[in-house]
């Protein structure tokens, strides 16, 4: 997961490829590893997040692409992952 992370900070096509089905969806495995619940395995959990994270920050190294954006931004499953993680019930989430 850390190295997915690593190369989408690359750029945007690098994110592209992330996300597509192509290489068997490895952003939406990140997906699932932070944010299937209930998680059996809090600390795993915790590293996906930490990763996620990484994703999210933009630096003068590795400024943010519209793709990276995008999946930040436009993603439900990570959208309702993250309120679930936070206490909101599936009947809140939109």
Do not use: W
């Not at 989408?8 to 699932?32: F, I, Q, R, W, Y």
């Not at 299937?36 to 959990?45: G, I, M, R, S, T």
């Not at 997040?49 to 954006?69: C, F, G, I, Q, W």
């Amino acid at each position: 997961a850390a190295l997915m992370i690593d190369v989408c900070l690359l750029g945007g096509k690098e994110v592209a490829l992330a996300l597509s089905d192509d290489t068997g969806g490895a952003m939406n495995k990140l997906l699932h590893l932070a944010l299937d619940f209930p998680n059996k395995d809090p600390l795993l959990q915790m590293t996906a997040l930490d990763a996620l994270e990484v994703l999210a920050v933009e630096n003068k190294d590795y400024p943010m692409t519209s793709e990276r954006a995008e999946f930040l931004l436009g993603n439900d499953e990570l959208h309702s992952g993250l309120l679930y993680l936070i206490g909101s019930s599936s009947e809140n989430v939109e």
